[in-house]
C-alpha cells in the first residue's frame, strides 16, 4: 500500500510536467514539420527554414504556456539529437581513408579552431565565440554549434551567437555546396583528392554529400567519410569545452561533467556501430531520431530569439565566420597540394 501511495503523487507530478512543456514541444515539432515540407518543395536547408520560422513565432516564447516546452527543446531535446550522430560512424570508415588524409583533417581541425580563437581575439570578441564558430566550422556546422554551445555556460549572449553562428554557417555551407565542385574540376583533382577537399571544408554532412556526388559517385563516398571523421572528431571538441568552462561561473558553481551524457552516448553508439552490434535498421532510426531532434531543437532556439537579437550580432561575427571558412578551405587545398 505505501508503494502505491506513493505512485500516485509521483504520476500527478510526472503528468503537471508533461501538461507545462507540451505546448511548447507541440509549436517546436509544428515548425520542424513545416520546414521540411517547405524543403522539399522549395529546395533549400531544412535547418535555415526551421529557424526563420521559429524567429518569426518569437513573440510566443515570452507565454509561460510556452516558454517551458521550447526551453525543453532548446536543451534536452538538442542533447538527444547530437548524441545519436555517433550511429552515422564506425571506426573501419576512418581507417579506410588512410594516414595521409586523417592527418590533414586532423590539422584543417585543430587550425580552424586555433584560427577562429585568434581571429576573436583580434577583432575583440570573446574567446568563447572563436571556439564556438571555430569549432562549427571546422567539424559539421549547425550540429557542431549547438553541441559546443550545450558544453558553455547558459546565457542569452550564448543562445544569440549560437542562432548567428547556424544562420552563418548554413548559408556558407549552402554556398560552398555549389562552388566547391566547381574548384575541384578547374584545379583537376583526382576522386581521393576532391573527396578530401569537399569532405574536410564543406560545414554541413547532406551537403557534402551533394557536392560529392556532383562530381561522381566514388567522390561522393570519399568525401562523405572524410566528413563522418570530422563529425566523430566532435566528441573531443565539447569535452574539451566542457573542461574549459566547467567551473566559468565561479569557484562556488558546480562542476560541469566533462564527458556529458549525451557525448557518451554518442561514443557508445560509434563502438556498437563499429562492432555490428548496432542493426542496420537500429542505426537509421537513429540518424533520422537525430535529424529531427536537432531540427526541433533549432526551432526552439529560433522561437527564443527575434531578428533584431541576430541583427546585434554585429559584422565582427560575420567577418570571424566568413575568414574561418576560407581558412579550412585554403588549407585543405595547400595540403593536398603538398601530399605526394
Known amino acids: 500500500m505505501t508503494d502505491l501511495a506513493q505512485q500516485g503523487p509521483r504520476l500527478v507530478d510526472a503528468r503537471r510536467w508533461m501538461q507545462r512543456r507540451s505546448t511548447g514541444v507541440i509549436l517546436c515539432v509544428v515548425i520542424a514539420i513545416s520546414s521540411t515540407h517547405l524543403a522539399n518543395q522549395l529546395g533549400g536547408s531544412t535547418f535555415l527554414y526551421a529557424l526563420v520560422l521559429g524567429v518569426a513565432l518569437n513573440p510566443l516564447s515570452a507565454d509561460e504556456r510556452v516558454s517551458p516546452g521550447i526551453e525543453f527543446c532548446a536543451r534536452t531535446v538538442l542533447r538527444w539529437g547530437v548524441s545519436l550522430l555517433g550511429a552515422r560512424i564506425t571506426i573501419s570508415q576512418i581507417s579506410g581513408l588512410g594516414v595521409a588524409p586523417v592527418l590533414v583533417t586532423l590539422a584543417a581541425v585543430t587550425s580552424t579552431i586555433l584560427f577562429g580563437a585568434l581571429m ?73 583528392q576532391a573527396g578530401l577537399f569537399l569532405g574536410g571544408t564543406i560545414h554541413d554532412v547532406a551537403q557534402v ?30 569535452a574539451g569545452t566542457a573542461y574549459a568552462y566547467r567551473r566559468d561561473g565561479g569557484p562556488t558553481a558546480k562542476r560541469a561533467s566533462l564527458f556529458p551524457w549525451f557525448l557518451v552516448i554518442f561514443l557508445v553508439l560509434v563502438i556498437f556501430n563499429s562492432l555490428d552490434l548496432l542493426p542496420a535498421s537500429g542505426a537509421s532510426s537513429a540518424s533520422a531520431g537525430s535529424k529531427w531532434f536537432l531540427l526541433i531543437a533549432i526551432s526552439a532556439l529560433g522561437a527564443k530569439s527575434s531578428f533584431g537579437k541576430l541583427a546585434a550580432a554585429g559584422w565582427r561575427s560575420a567577418i570571424l565566420l566568413i575568414s574561418e571558412t576560407l581558412w579550412i578551405a585554403i588549407f585543405v587545398l595547400l595540403c593536398i597540394r603538398w601530399l605526394p
Open 209 to 238: 554529400v551533394a557536392a560529392g556526388f556532383m562530381l561522381s559517385d566514388d567522390t561522393g563516398k570519399y568525401a562523405t567519410i572524410v566528413k563522418l571523421f570530422r563529425v566523430a572528431l566532435l566528441t573531443l571538441v565539447v
Open 120 to 192: 576573436a581575439t583580434w577583432l575583440k570578441l570573446p574567446l568563447w565565440k572563436g571556439l564556438l564558430s571555430g569549432g562549427a566550422t571546422a567539424i559539421c556546422g549547425a550540429s557542431a554549434a549547438l553541441a559546443i554551445a550545450a558544453a558553455l555556460p547558459r546565457g542569452p549572449e550564448k543562445e544569440r551567437f549560437t542562432l548567428v553562428v547556424v544562420v552563418t554557417v548554413t548559408a556558407l555551407s549552402t554556398l560552398a555546396m555549389a562552388v566547391y565542385p566547381l574548384f575541384a574540376e578547374m584545379l583537376s583533382l583526382t576522386v581521393p
